[in-house]
């Protein structure tokens, strides 16, 4: 195969989402105020900036005050201001508001905005490259490189993107182009939620030592253009409660955004144990409850989406830096997930990155370690935000009386400032109990109204990969999905994936399971990766530019 070319800059970032972004804007910004220059790149997976963009989402526009004081004359897409509050306990046929006097202030969204985060990232783009920095998408980042000479040695040294025109066998098809090498003095790592290079730059440095283990929750969205009489512009719902069990975390966000658009969403925590358990179709069925139905009634679903969250908060937080790079955003975990909210945390963790970054180069220091940035981070109102949610998960998660219960006595009485610190103790993947001791779930079939299957759920995501690659949901041992997964848990993959791509297919007479991976129907949601119980399916980067094409999530 022919030699990769390389480039060199100050800064390369792996991830155009809020806190790749906001980094790229931020070092630009302080390379004018001190008219030092330096030289940034941004690397996007996706086939335009926004593209695999996945949010509810209603933002704390706090840090983008901070990036952009004048953000409004700069035309940012932010429109939708929040003028309600609802929180709706949800049983079958029911719903109870939580009196607004009542609700912790995590739950007030107050001087936030309904948005798409997906156009605010396209606006960001926009606002990076007009400051000069340079952004790629369609390009995945694929391999970290390393220094492995001299001084540098063992720290990062930059990035490679995946080749293109490699085909399904793994040999080079007549369309083969070799990746391209990025190096840098520092590169910032913003891939989101269970990125997967920062996943092995968590292993390759020890960063989780000492911090609890990362929990996750799968959020589904939809977006839907409903009947003008019923869309009240800035109206937030949240609900708790059916249908699901009351051991199980998870709850739903209903946002009315402009234009009559609501995006609705679903949200359930992957420490679930009840292998039987699919968020998809709970969340088709919640969107069943008369108080939410009635709003998509004579409306018109016109996307639909998902992807992980990282929820663990402060405790799972692994160290941020490493030599030659840092974590930033949710590649790291700063997501408030009291508030369901991480683009505010995602921009002002990418922020700091960036200033410690910008103070190193222009002291002349490269590939080492950015101690001030974790050291801003603890002095940061940030931190602050995420010290006083912390409890949030780990109460939630023993259930929803308990749960809203000690979360009313933590946020309400304590303020979140009380004595106690809970921890997370087990990772998703170990949470699933054997068939044998589970209970199915009979759930009813999609009206095509309301509710609906997942093919033609993914058709509306826009995804596309080139079919001609190797599959990018890799098993390290391919006799554990039927060995292990079918006999112990009945394939739970079938169920947790929100995009049909694992289905245990099997010969006319019922004999011979085996695996089949729909790799082209990934919506890059990565909860394969995080709730496989044996760990043994890894997603790496598909070749550039595959995956959804997300209008405005
Ligand atoms: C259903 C749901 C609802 C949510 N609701 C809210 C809300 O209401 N308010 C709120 O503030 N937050 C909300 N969040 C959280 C918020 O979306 C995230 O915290 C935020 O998007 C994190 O920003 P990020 O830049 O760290 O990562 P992301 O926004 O995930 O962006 C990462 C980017 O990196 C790219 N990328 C990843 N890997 C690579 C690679 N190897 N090479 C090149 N590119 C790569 C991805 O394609 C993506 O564009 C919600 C999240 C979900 C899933
Ligand atoms: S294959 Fe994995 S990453 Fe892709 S959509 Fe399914 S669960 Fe998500």
Redesign the pocket.
Same mark, same amino acid.
């Given at each position: 195969m022919s030699e990769r070319e390389s480039m060199q800059y100050d800064v390369v970032i792996?991830?155009?989402?809020?806190? #790749?972004?906001a980094a790229a804007i931020r070092l630009k910004q302080l390379a004018a105020e001190h008219q030092h220059e330096v030289s940034v790149c941004v /690397? $996007?997976? #996706?086939s335009e =900036? +926004?593209? %695999?963009?996945?949010?509810?989402? =209603?933002?704390?526009p706090r840090a983008l005050n901070e990036l952009f004081p004048d953000w409004q004359e700069l035309d940012a897409p932010l429109n939708a201001p929040v003028t309600e509050d609802r929180f709706l306990f949800l049983t079958e046929t029911t719903a109870f508001k939580v009196p607004n006097a009542m609700l912790p202030a995590c739950f007030r969204n107050h001087g936030n905005y309904v948005i798409s985060?997906g156009n605010v990232?396209r606006w960001l783009g926009r606002q990076a490259e007009a400051l000069g920095v340079e952004v790629f998408p369609g390009?995945?980042?694929?391999e970290v490189l390393y220094n492995e000479e001299g001084e540098l040695s063992g720290s990062v040294k930059g =990035?490679a993107?995946g080749d293109m025109g490699i085909g399904r066998d793994g040999k080079p098809t007549a369309s083969h182009q070799p990746g391209m090498e990025l190096h840098a003095g520092y590169t910032l790592f913003? $891939?989101?939620?269970r &990125?997967? /290079?920062g996943k092995q730059l968590q292993e390759r440095y020890q960063l989780r030592a000492g911090a609890d283990p990362q929990v996750y &929750?799968i959020? /589904?969205?939809e977006l839907w253009e409903i009947r003008p009489e019923k869309h009240q512009q800035g109206l937030v719902i949240h609900t708790a409660g059916w249908p699901l069990a009351g051991d199980t975390y998870g709850g739903s966000?209903c946002?009315h955004m402009e234009d009559n658009l609501v995006a609705i +969403?679903f =949200?359930v925590g992957l420490g679930y144990s009840n292998p039987y358990l699919s968020p998809y179709e709970e969340f088709q069925r919640y969107k069943t409850h008369p108080a939410i139905r009635t709003f998509l009634e004579g409306g018109k679903r016109i996307a639909y989406g998902?992807?992980?969250?990282?929820a663990g908060g402060l405790q799972s937080l692994p160290k941020l830096v490493f030599p030659g790079g840092a974590l930033? &955003?949710?590649?790291a975990g700063? /997501?408030n997930a009291s508030?369901?909210?991480?683009? %505010?945390?995602?921009i002002k963790?990418?922020m700091l990155a960036a200033e410690s970054a910008f103070s190193a180069l222009k002291s002349g220091r490269s590939a080492d370690e950015l101690a001030s940035y974790p050291e801003a981070f603890r002095g940061s109102w940030l931190h602050d935000e995420l010290h006083r949610a912390r409890n949030f998960k780990p109460w939630m998660s023993r259930g929803l009386l308990t749960g809203t219960l000690m979360v009313g006595v933590d946020q309400v009485v304590f303020g979140g400032r009380a004595p106690w610190t809970l921890h997370h103790r087990h990772a998703d993947h170990e949470t699933l109990v054997p068939k044998s001791g589970a209970r199915p779930i009979d759930y009813p079939r999609p009206d095509g109204v309301i509710t609906f299957d997942r093919l033609s759920s993914v058709f509306i995501s826009n995804t596309n990969h080139n079919e001609d690659q190797p599959c990018h949901l890799t098993l390290k041992d391919a006799t554990v999905p039927i060995r292990v997964n079918l006999e112990r848990y009945d394939a739970p993959e079938q169920r947790y994936c929100p995009a049909g791509v694992y289905e245990i297919v099997r010969d006319a007479d019922g004999a011979n399971p085996r695996l089949q991976i729909n790799a082209q129907n990934c919506v %890059?949601c990565k909860t394969c990766d995080i709730k496989d119980p044996g760990q043994n399916i890894v997603w790496v980067?598909p070749e &550039?530019g595959g995956?959804p094409n997300y209008p405005n999530m």
């Open positions: 792996v991830g155009a989402g809020p806190a #790749g972004l /690397l $996007e997976k #996706g =900036v +926004g593209a %695999h963009i996945l949010s509810g989402a =209603v933002m704390d985060l990232c390009f995945a980042a694929a =990035v993107t913003a $891939e989101g939620c &990125g997967h /290079l &929750g959020g /589904l969205k966000f946002y +969403g =949200v998902a992807r992980a969250i990282a930033i &955003g949710d590649d700063f /997501l508030r369901i909210k991480g683009s %505010h945390a995602a963790s990418g %890059h980067t &550039g995956g």
